[in-house]
């Protein structure tokens, strides 16, 4: 069975400092995809990254840089250099691709608060 | 391009009611789903359907009925509203099974 765990709740720190939000899957397929969303306090799911499991290259966008690892089944999520705007609540999420048909699930997801 | 609308954005029940909340994509995607958000839970999966006349059920699929006459709509049903369902509910939709998810705005339903 597929599942996400993400295992801090929430997480403060000040501005510019650098924070990691940590992400562990279970999945049985050796064909997935994993995802990071964040929703803002305004309520709205914005969806930040894909990676499948073929790719297990690290990414970087401005601030933000995902490192995948599937020895250890992770697929983490680094913010350098935080501002008040990451405030948000993380999510990642799974979907495998034998069961395509299905939508993705979700970790409990992560509470991030930035103060100045 | 609206991309996934929801409506109502906020409702308020009375346990025993039903109502149906709507969800419309322009965006010509086969894949539609409803999750519902409760504080610590994450997004949880309640139905979902792969195409027209195509639905199966998520996670916590009982309270809730869905059907998809049209690629566009995606409408979640309550037959009798109970408090245990208060919660912001989640429409998205996705271009093909691996794709990533379009969210609508959500459903802010409370259930007295």
């Known amino acids: 069975a597929q599942k996400v765990t993400q295992a801090q709740t929430e997480i403060s720190v000040v501005e510019k400092e650098d924070v990691t939000l940590d992400c562990v899957y279970e999945?049985?397929?050796?064909?997935?995809?994993l995802f990071w969303y964040k929703q803002p306090p305004s309520g709205e799911l914005v969806f930040l990254i894909r990676?499948?499991?073929?790719?297990?290259q690290n990414e970087i966008s401005g601030r933000y840089s995902w490192n995948f690892q599937k020895s250890t089944s992770s697929f983490n999520f680094t913010i350098t250099a935080s501002q008040v705007v990451d405030s948000a609540v993380y999510f990642c999420?799974?979907?495998?691709?034998?069961?395509?048909?299905?939508?993705?699930?979700f970790g409990k997801g992560t509470t991030l608060s930035v103060s100045s | 391009n609206a991309g996934v609308t929801q409506t109502p954005k906020f409702q308020v029940l009375k346990t025993g009611q039903s109502m149906t909340l709507q969800c419309a994509q322009d965006?010509?995607?086969?894949?539609m789903s409803w999750y519902r958000q409760d504080p610590g839970m994450g997004l949880r999966l309640i139905h979902y359907?792969?195409?027209?006349?195509?639905?199966d059920q998520g996670e916590v699929p009982n309270g809730y009925n869905v059907s998809r006459s049209t690629t566009e709509d995606f409408p979640l049903r309550l037959l009798s509203a109970a408090p245990s369902q208060t919660s912001v509910y989640f429409c998205?939709?996705?271009?093909?099974?691996?794709?990533?998810?379009?969210f609508g705005d959500g459903t802010r339903l409370s259930i007295l």
């Open positions: 999420a799974l979907s495998e691709a034998a069961q395509a048909g299905t939508a993705l699930i």
């Open positions: 965006m010509n995607h086969e894949y």
């Open positions: 990676r499948n499991s073929f790719d297990e």
């Open positions: 999945t049985r397929d050796t064909t997935y995809y």
């Open positions: 998205a939709s996705r271009r093909t099974g691996n794709q990533p998810q379009h």
């Open positions: 359907s792969v195409g027209a006349g195509i639905t």
